[in-house]
């Protein structure tokens, strides 16, 4: 999506998701600023802050997180995001599968993309 994204997470020990979320955040906003930066984007002044703590700011400082605790609600949440980019306002792909950054090939067709994708299945039995 243009202005967000949804990730599923699994730890298979200790729940480490702040420190993941404040370092993915992190490397992303440092990729895409060197990105605009090298690109002359106009949008490099947009990211811009007055800010005695940060130069620039391309992410909210919070993240909506939902603990999943079972298979059933897994593909509920996995469904939602496989269909997202479809939705009318965002109108991304015309297939799920299609869409480059979501995990809906790997399922359907067992083909990778971009991302690194551990099969649910293998967690939950």
């Not at 906003?29 to 490099?44: T, V």
Request: aromatic share 16%.
């Amino acid at each position: 999506m243009p202005n967000h994204f949804h990730i599923l997470l699994y730890f298979n020990e200790e729940n480490k998701l702040s420190d993941t979320m404040r370092d993915l955040k992190k490397k992303c906003a440092f990729e895409i600023r060197k990105h605009l930066e090298a690109n002359k984007s106009p949008l490099f002044n947009w990211i811009r802050i007055a800010n005695e703590k940060q130069v620039f700011k391309f992410w909210d400082d919070r993240f909506d997180d939902v603990w999943i605790g079972s298979k059933e609600l897994l593909e509920i949440k996995l469904e939602y995001i496989h269909q997202s980019p479809l939705q009318s306002h965002w109108n991304l792909s015309e297939y799920p599968e299609d869409y480059s950054f979501c995990s809906t090939a790997f399922y359907f067709q067992n083909e990778n993309n971009i991302i690194k994708i551990i099969d649910y299945r293998d967690i939950f039995d």
